[in-house]
């Protein structure tokens, strides 16, 4: 199960894209798959998926390609734990109530169990399936539920305090979505999701590249 | 204004990230600004900051630093286009709507001015402040706003189909949160901004990480 072996933050990704792709567009009854047929899916290169698949265990044969049940049940190893791993939500905006719905039942091993709000309309509500609640109880809940992993959707002002009150109730992995960057503690794992960047980035090379079709 | 110079992605989102900065974390009436302090507030090294403000054509100097006033409008002439650029946004639901409030009146310059959904209870309303056409009309729309840039929030089994008609229709920028990777023709620039991908990478290392402190 990985230990002590180091494996990089884009396999992972890539991994959790494959079991997907396995799960959903790979024809029903279709018993095997080869890389390439694989890496034409997930718009990377049969090297690529080769590789990543390696720390699976699962290997193919030249000939028939991977057994598609094999492949996922060991990515699912790689990626999951053996009990539901719980996640928090904190800041239940707009953005907030769009990833709860998001997430509502798309892996059953990966759960948004908890989420967090400072405004008194919603604490103590359930919302879009999650019980909402008020800051005061965040490290209490975390440690009753064990939860390790969550996801920042709060504004910009409160998202260093918010972070470092999750790092302290013993979070160790982030998922960005608030509209700055963030200092968290060597140990923790953040993962940066700001939409402005991306936005601008995605409209400055659109701009240029329509620029250049002149 | 860039003209023929390479500048790589990551670079142009940190300048989208310097520049909200500096019009929100740096205290109203400092004139100047040093590198070491932009680094600390983006979380990166100030050298980066440096090589990344080369591409505005301001330079800073040692004792002073750079003068606030001079990177905002330099960044911005990188980044911005002198009119507003317009962007659409293809699926309305959830994630859609969410993303539609979320960049209301955020940058000026940059502007969801049209939405997509195939829900005939959504088009032909302003929703979030943004009218939602039928898909059938979305090569006229685009053509006729002069839209080059879009966000796809549809469900994975729609994605390709929207994309290739979206790049059929002159789009030449994706932001993609649909959770299936996306095929494009080359000239089209796309970011891939998979949830559940990002979602399972955290919480594999958190797992990781809160297994290794016990």
Redesign the interface.
Known sequence: M?NGVTIA?KT???L??YR??LE??IPCGREHVFSHELAL???VTPAQVRRDLMSTGCSGSPGKGYRTKDLIDGISK??D?PEV?R?ALVGVG??G???L???SG??PN?RITASFDTDPQKTGRVINGCRCHPMSELTAVLGRESI??A?LAVP?ARAQETTDLLVAS??????NYA?????VPE???L?E??????????????????L??K
Chains 1, 2 share one sequence.
């Open positions: 990985m933050s992972v990704g890539r959790s894209l997907r792709l959903s567009s899916l997930a718009c790689v990626l734990y791993q996640v707009n953005l109530r769009a990833i719905s998001y997430f798309r892996r990966l390790a992993t996801i910009a013993g979070i160790h992995g982030i998922l509209p700055v960057p963030l200092r140990g923790v794992f993962e999701r700001d939409m402005t960047m991306s936005l601008e980035t995605v409209a400055f090379f659109a701009r240029r590249a329509a250049e079709r």
